[in-house]
């Protein structure tokens, strides 16, 4: 019995690391590809579009991916999407027009659109069912310290080097996820009949629409903080480095101290524990963020933003897999990856296009009201399942 509760397995630690090192390499770009973007003769219309395009390629792709995840095994998917990532990593360097980067942002999207769903998948199929909400906090930490080193090993690559740096740096540090990923045991066992998978879950639905609404105000966050400092004059150095790069160094640090107390909060009170508290810090950390001028500020606004995304995040994905069953367990995690970054994508696009004709502070006010309308839902939600006929949340 106390070995079916184990949570800290081989299996469930080499699964993390095969994520920090996928999310590692991801977070070299997300500081840096901005200022990219810029340099090919770009506005902050195209960052937006160049960031938004990753994702919504992802979002359109996982319906298939949800499907095969249950019906051809989790591991062979997520070799595929590793190695496309990394071929998109090699060819970054090789682009000097912005239509080429756009190419290969969307190569890059379809092999996002697996990786992610695959390992959360393989999370959920190693860890015990009772431990799920701290194994997902756990397994998100392991995310946080590659955002704590990511964006800010992007910054230095690119401060005392070049972009290709950025993109090959990217590279090496995608390469060990690949033996990693490899010694992982195979869990589950794909359905006999390979026709039938679903490739949405409809238990999933509501939990991503609630993802959505917060994810909409995350992926501004993570699109246009380097033109927001930039444009408001935040872009001094401390320690030799670019201010905003400690942004993420705190950001990182609140998730790590923060997602496992979340975890334990959710398994134990109930998923609600953590999403309503993390749905509020996420719009205030956007409502700050529009009224930011000063890097002390836009140091607390990480910290806020931080401890919102570690509660709610991981809390929601795991009240989606609570609500599926084990054999659409990849098509819930996939429809609520397909909510999360349908909403960064939007984020992405829909406000580079309103920073472009009206302002940051207008921007992220709306981001703040869009998170908002997620927690009242979640809230009427919990109000009309008072009465118990639904699962626990």
């Known amino acids: 019995m106390l070995e079916q509760e184990r949570l800290w397995t081989r299996d469930f630690l080499f699964v993390d690391i095969t994520s920090f090192l996928v999310f590692g390499s991801f977070y070299y770009l997300l500081s840096t590809l901005q200022y990219y973007v810029l340099q090919l003769g770009g506005s902050v219309a195209s960052v937006g579009l160049v960031m938004g395009i990753f994702t919504l390629v992802a979002v359109a792709v996982r319906p298939i991916v949800g499907q095969l995840l249950d019906t051809r095994g989790r591991h062979l998917l997520l070799m595929f999407g590793l190695i496309v990532i990394l071929v998109s990593f090699i060819i970054y360097p090789l682009v000097h027009q912005l239509w080429w980067l ?18 959360s998948t393989i999370v959920a ?18 995310m946080d310290v590659a ?35 490899g010694s992982v045991h195979e869990r589950y066992q794909p359905k006999l009949d390979r026709s039938t998978g679903s490739r949405l879950s409809r238990a999933a639905l509501l939990p991503g629409f609630v993802m959505m609404t917060a994810s909409i105000g995350y992926g501004c966050v993570v699109s246009f903080l380097p033109t927001l400092v930039m444009d408001r004059g935040i872009s001094g150095n401390f320690l030799g480095l670019s201010d905003y ?30 999403i309503m508290p993390g749905l509020l810090l996420l719009a205030g950390g956007t409502f700050l963020l529009a009224y930011t001028w000063s890097f002390p500020i836009l140091l607390l606004v990480g910290v806020i933003y931080a401890a919102g995304f570690g509660a709610a995040q991981p809390s929601i994905l795991a009240w989606t897999v609570d609500r599926a069953g084990h054999t659409e367990r990849g098509a819930a995690v996939s429809t609520f990856f397909i909510a999360f970054d349908g909403g960064l994508g939007l984020g992405a696009l829909l406000m580079g296009m309103v920073i472009q004709h009206f302002s940051y502070e207008v921007t992220f006010l709306a981001t703040t009201l869009i998170t908002f309308v997620g927690f009242l839902f979640y809230v009427y939600y919990l109000y009309s399942t008072r009465s118990g006929k639904v699962r626990r949340v």
């Open 147 to 181: 955002m704590a080193i990511g964006p800010f090993a992007g910054v230095l690559l690119l401060q005392f080097g070049n972009y290709k740096a950025v993109f090959w740096g990217a590279a090496l540090t995608l390469l060990p996820a690949f033996a990693f990923a």
């Open 245 to 274: 790069a400690f942004y993420y160094i705190v950001y990182a640090l609140t998730l790590l101290l923060t997602r496992g107390i979340w975890g334990r909060l959710s398994d134990k009170y109930g998923r609600k524990a953590a």
């Open 102 to 119: 756009i190419f290969i942002r969307i190569l890059h999207g379809i092999g996002w659109s697996v990786v992610p769903v695959a390992i």
């Open 125 to 142: 199929d190693v860890v015990p069912g009772k431990r799920r909400g701290e194994a997902m906090g756990y397994y998100s930490n392991f």
